[in-house]
C-alpha cells in the first residue's frame, strides 16, 4: 500500500471511530432508561458520577493521530463490543456440604452466563452462605439507600443442612444475585465484582508466586472472561490478570501465547501510559516480539519515547508486579 493510500484508510478509520464514539456518548433514551436489568455498555458516565467506581473514570479510549492503523483497528472493535447490550443471568443449580475437622457448611454452585446469544464461556464458582453475608453487609456500608428493600436469607439456629433449607437458599441467592445485578451502581461496584472473581484470583496469584504456573494460568483464563463480562465498560480494569497470563505463559515457554495476550493488555493502555503496567508489559512485549522475530522496534520506539518524558527510576518487571497482587 502506497502513502496516500495508507492515509486514507487511517482517515476512513478515524472517521468510523469518530461515528462510535458520537454514539457511545449519546445520552440514553426513555425506554432504555425504563430497563434498570440490561445495561448498553456504551454509556460512558452515569447519572450520578459521585457514586461511580473509581476506576470508571479512566476506563474509556479515545481515538488520536498517532495511532498506528492496528490501534485504530483494535480501538474500534473495543468500541463495537461496549456498545453491544449486556445483560449475565444467575444460576445456582446445585450445592454440595464441606465437612472439615471443626466446620461444617454449604458450598453453593454458581453459573453466570450471558443472554442474547450461546455462551460457551460460562463461569462457573462456589461460594458459602459466610460469602454472601459478607458481601451482603459491605454492600450495605456503601449502599445503603440502594439495599433499603433488598431481603437475605435468615440464618436458623437449626437445620441449616436440611435439604429443604438448602434448597430455599439455593432460590433466594439466585433472586439476590439477580436483583443484584439489575442496579447499575451495584452490579458496577468493586465490592460485588470482589464477590464474583477475587477468591479466584487469590487462589491463582497464590499459585504464580508459588511457581505452579500450569495452574495459575488454568485459573487466570477461567475468571477472565467473567471478569470481561463485569467491567465491559472498564477496560483498565482486567489488565493485571491479562498481564498475569502474560507472566504464566512467558514461563511456561509459550511465547506466541504471552504475545497475544500482551497485545490486548497494551491495547488497553494506549491513552494510560501512565498506568504502573505500561512500561513493564512494553519491555515484556519487546522481548517477545524479538523472539518471534516480529516487529520490535515500533515497541522500543514507545518506551524510548516514554523515558525521554520521565525522570530515570527502577521500573518493577512484569513478574514482580504480578507477584504483588492480592498479598492478603
Partial sequence: ????????????????????????????????????????SCQVRKENPEKDDPQDSSASLSP?????TKELQEYWRNEKRQCRQVKLLFEIPSTRIVEHHLSKYVMYKIIILQTGSFDSNKSVIERRYSDFEKLHRNLLEE??????????????????????????????????????????????????????TRPELQEAYGC??????????EILLEVIGLQERLTRGNLVSIVPTLCAIVVCHKDLENPASAFEY??????????????????????????????????????????????AKKDPIRVLTLKELAVREYVQ
Fill in 64 to 68: 488520536n493521530s498517532s495511532m498506528t
Fill in 143 to 196: 449502599f445503603s439507600e440502594e439495599m433499603e428493600d433488598v431481603t437475605f436469607p435468615k440464618k436458623t439456629l437449626t437445620g441449616n443442612f436440611t435439604e429443604e433449607i438448602i434448597n430455599e437458599r439455593k432460590l433466594a441467592f439466585k433472586d439476590y444475585l439477580r436483583l443484584l445485578y439489575s442496579m447499575k451502581y451495584i452490579r458496577r461496584s468493586k465490592k460485588f465484582i470482589d464477590f464474583l
Fill in 1 to 40: 500500500m502506497d502513502q496516500d493510500s495508507h492515509c486514507t484508510a487511517e482517515r476512513e478509520l478515524l472517521e468510523a471511530v469518530s461515528r462510535i464514539t458520537t454514539f457511545s456518548t449519546t445520552s440514553p433514551s426513555d425506554e432504555e432508561q425504563n430497563q434498570p436489568k440490561a445495561e448498553v
Fill in 262 to 307: 500482551g497485545e490486548k493488555a497494551l491495547s488497553r493502555l494506549h491513552v494510560h501510559t501512565s498506568h504502573r503496567y505500561y512500561i513493564p508489559l512494553l519491555e515484556t512485549m519487546i522481548t517477545l516480539a524479538y523472539e518471534l522475530g516480529k516487529d520490535f522496534l515500533s515497541l522500543q520506539e514507545k518506551l524510548e519515547e516514554w523515558k
Fill in 208 to 217: 504464580l508466586r508459588g511457581g505452579q504456573y500450569t495452574k495459575a494460568l
